[in-house]
């Protein structure tokens, strides 16, 4: 029981070469993006992949709700643009270079086993992860033509 977060990639397979198009996709790198299941061309498949999960990282789902979720922290799916991602990438990047900004820039929220609020180890290393992470996923190709989406859960 806790915070889970998930940020997922959407994409389409063609109906007509489908397994080929669901073997493509299992071959698409662990990381990605989001595509609106309701805007998929006639004749193509909506596949849902996750491609990033945290635990208990609640300054990274701080981030989502207020940027994403008009500060609505609810629980339901938000559509991410890799223009935001690009900016929690920053963020995140300038949070690790200047610590002491980490208060302004990247606060911690409580809630319902959100896990610590303390900007300690755990804080930190969240943030890096999340930042390599982020980072493979905005320069890989592939994901140049999907968008995203952000779930959490508690």
Known sequence: MGLDQTLSANYFISNDDTIAGVMSAIELPSRGGFID???????????????????????IHAWFVDNCQDGEDDCRTAQVSREKLQELSDLINEVLDSPDKAEELMPVRSGFFFGSTDYAEDYYANLKDTFVQLNLILNEPKYHEVSFEYSSSW
């Open 37 to 59: 299941p309701a805007n998929a061309p006639p004749n193509y498949l909506a596949v849902t992949a996750p491609l990033l999960h945290w635990r208990k990282s609640n300054q």
